[in-house]
């Protein structure tokens, strides 16, 4: 089975602009989760979504959004960035809440 | 709210000498999870413990999960090179939302 996708793997924003990042999970996975990465906070749960619907979401703010379709692809979307939304952002797919796999990321830089 | 808390934060050690990295939950997990991230890389799961008391050996890895289901450890027998990276614990909170330790980045020198 090929393994979760990220799209793009890097992306250079500016303050104030808005970004959609995209994961496709493994194929029968239904459960696609968001994570921010920085070397500071750490791994931090941004939301989950199942079936299209968000079952769990994270203390982000509002300007941190996502969906699922049909197919389970997932996307989330950042707006009017910040400079501390630089990070890599990991989306993870699952099965039956057991692991999680991860994608390679997208390194999002906002200057 | 819940938190999960790693110890140490980094650690080197010299090629061939054990290692070790511990998981310390404020509250009762139904279960742990481990995760290691290369350089570079994305988490990639390691294990799940889920009864108390439990112990699991993956070669030189061995995980432990506390009687209280409230701390983890990870134990890494005469590490090499290859054992490079972060390792996470991770505990659920409610369906797949998972609370990460900070992480413990291990070096090795050769």
């Known amino acids: 089975k090929a393994g979760v996708t990220q799209t793009p793997r890097y992306l250079i924003k500016t303050r104030g602009q808005q970004v959609t990042l995209s994961c496709s999970p493994i194929?029968?996975?239904?459960?696609v989760s968001w994570y921010q990465q920085t070397p500071g906070q750490g791994l931090q749960f941004l939301f989950e979504y199942f079936s299209e619907t968000q079952r769990n979401k994270g203390n982000f703010p509002g300007r941190f959004s996502g969906r699922q379709f049909s197919n389970s692809r997932s996307e989330m979307n950042v707006s009017t960035l910040e400079l501390g939304d630089s990070a890599l952002y990991l989306c993870a797919s699952n099965y039956n809440s057991y692991e999680q796999y991860f994608g390679p990321g997208t390194r999002l830089t906002v200057t | 709210g819940q938190q999960v808390m790693q110890i140490p934060q980094y650690q080197h050690v010299q090629e061939g000498e054990d290692f070790t990295t511990y998981c310390n939950s404020s509250?009762?997990?139904?279960?742990i999870q481990w995760y290691k991230q290369r350089p570079g890389g994305h988490p990639v799961f390691l294990i799940q413990?889920?009864?108390?008391?439990e112990v699991k050996k993956q070669k030189r890895l061995t995980f432990q999960f506390g009687e209280a289901k409230k701390n983890s450890s990870l134990h890494i027998t005469a590490t090499q090179t290859t054992d490079v990276g972060t390792y996470f614990c991770a505990g659920p909170k409610t369906g797949n939302q998972f609370y990460f330790g900070t992480g413990t980045s291990l070096t090795v020198i050769p």
């Open positions: 509250t009762t997990l139904s279960n």
């Open positions: 413990l889920v009864k108390s008391g």
């Open positions: 194929s029968g996975h239904r459960s």
